[in-house]
């Protein structure tokens, strides 16, 4: 199993240029998630999915839009992308535990993206 | 605002030494997870606790969960330079994670 894989690793925008970052699993998890981390800030949610075509926001959605028409897919596309999206960005998928309530993440390598 | 606040934010020890990682929050989790992150790479899940006042060992690292399902935290024994990493806590209520900032671990040789 490759697990979550993202595409590309590294990204140079210039201002108000748009783009899709891949994210694809092979793990059949039913839940899949965004997050930006930076510096001192931790990983915040952008946008989560949890099943093919359901989609909700997250923490810090604006200037990003998800779909996820199959199961192993979740692209994130930056709409006009600005400075402030300068970030490093993961892709993960989870499933609810034995439990039933600990989702566990599986985290893709990311995608250092910078905005010039 | 962090709903999970990580202290202390950076550590540097020597080898051998013993650490301790907090992680507190004024909400209830269902569940809380710890991830460790190596530079350039995503974070990698170490553990899950569940029940409130639960103890996790996972050969010299002691996680607990706070008997009112707040708090963690982390204890390192006798730290090695692998354990040099950034350590996440997340906190989980259905399927939505929320994270701390992360405390630096550094372990010098």
């Known amino acids: 199993n490759a697990g979550v894989t993202q595409t590309p690793k590294f990204q140079v925008l210039k201002t108000g240029q748009s783009m899709t970052l891949q994210c694809a699993q092979d793990?059949?998890?039913?839940?899949m998630s965004w997050y930006r981390q930076d510096p001192g800030m931790g990983l915040r949610l952008i946008h989560y999915?949890?099943?093919?075509?359901?989609?909700d926001q997250g923490e810090v959605p604006n200037g990003y839009n998800v779909s996820r028409s199959t199961t192993e897919d979740f692209p994130l596309r930056l709409l006009s992308a600005a400075p402030s999206q300068t970030s490093v960005y993961f892709c993960?998928?989870?499933?609810?535990?034995?439990?039933?309530?600990?989702?566990?993440?599986?985290f893709g390598p990311g995608t250092r993206l910078t905005v010039t | 605002t962090q709903l999970l606040e990580q202290s202390p934010q950076f550590l540097s020890i020597q080898e051998g030494e013993n650490l301790t990682v907090y992680c507190n929050s004024s909400?209830?989790?269902?569940?809380l997870q710890w991830y460790r992150q190596e530079p350039g790479e995503g974070p990698v899940l170490l553990v899950t606790?569940?029940?409130?006042?639960e103890v996790k060992k996972l050969k010299r690292l002691t996680f607990q969960f706070g008997d009112a399902r707040k708090d963690s935290s982390l204890h390192i024994t006798a730290a090695q330079p692998g354990d040099t990493g950034l350590y996440l806590c997340?906190?989980?209520?259905?399927?939505?994670?929320?994270f701390g900032a992360g405390t630096t671990v550094t372990v010098r040789a």
């Open positions: 997340a906190g989980a209520n259905d399927y939505k994670l929320s």
């Open positions: 999915s949890v099943g093919a075509g359901i989609t």
């Open positions: 793990m059949n998890h039913e839940y």
């Open positions: 993960a998928s989870s499933r609810a535990g034995t439990s039933g309530k600990t989702y566990e993440q599986y």
């Open positions: 909400s209830v989790f269902s569940s």
């Open positions: 606790v569940v029940t409130g006042g």
